[in-house]
């Protein structure tokens, strides 16, 4: 029976660092700031706009919320985003998707001060990252690289499997796993003998999107099983990629869903946005 990689417990230390870090910024002068940006009306984003709201909040992260309606013209989302650019109190600025159709998701992203990129979706960070430079940590997949470390597993010299190539999980995902010297094989849709291809990995991470996606039989015993996806059942149920009650009985390692990889995602970002502010500070601004 796999032990249960606590994804809560992990991002609550990461959290407690983050929060004695802008203690220290604060005794400097600069508390960190956070500008989140969301348009329309799509209620998960706005659950997901919340929690990030009220994680700023803990850890004593100034966070500034810019709802706009479903209507915003390109021009209208790039002029707040290049407002915010030049806003001396932000360091952070994060743009919710999916955006309202009609809106270039990427042409936004271009625009953020990639020193503000607290994401890491901008294409330089997204570059520094493939040098293994990481300005911004991209937040899920290092949340991922951490629930690893916690269960004390070295990534070193293992075979690393990644279901799903996604800019935001499946790329930098296969990346960091690389540079924490992985063999790393990424799987996709077009993927051929995908279950003998995770049926070998030791450490299996799925960004897939599809409830119950990886099976008993796609797992090799002892595996390290990480779930990235957040999917719902046919009850509606929130539930990951993986069928969490197969799978535990072949893992060594499992996270669950909810509570393995979500709660580090937001442990991340406000990390990256104290790393910005840190910057601030040692440039003097
Ligand atoms: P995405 O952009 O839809 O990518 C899904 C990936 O899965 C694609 O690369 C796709 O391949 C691949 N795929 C789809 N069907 C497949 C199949 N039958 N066999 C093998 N590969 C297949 O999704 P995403 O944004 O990466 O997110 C993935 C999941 O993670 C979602 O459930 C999302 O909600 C969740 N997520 C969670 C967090 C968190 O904080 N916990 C953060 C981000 C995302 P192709 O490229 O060939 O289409």
Known sequence: MAAIIDGKAVAATVKEQVAKEVEQLKEQGITPGLAVVIVGEDPASKTYVKNKKLACQAVGIHSEEYALPEQTTQQELLALVHKLNEKPDIDGILVQSPLPKGLNEQLVIENINPAKDVDAFHPVNVGRIMIGDYSFLPCTPAGVIELIHSAGVSI?????????RSNIVGKPMAMLLLHEHGTVTVCHSRTQQLKEICSQADILVAAVGKAKFVTADMIKDGAVVIDVGMNRD???K????VDFAAAEKKASFITPVPGGVGPMT????????????KRRAAAGR
Request: aromatic fraction near 0%.
């Open 156 to 164: 070193s010299g293992k075979r690393c499997v990644v279901i799903g």
């Open 234 to 236: 046919e009850n509606g």
């Open 238 to 241: 929130l539930c990951g990629d």
């Open 266 to 277: 937001i442990a991340m970002l406000l990390k990256n946005t104290v790393t910005a502010a």
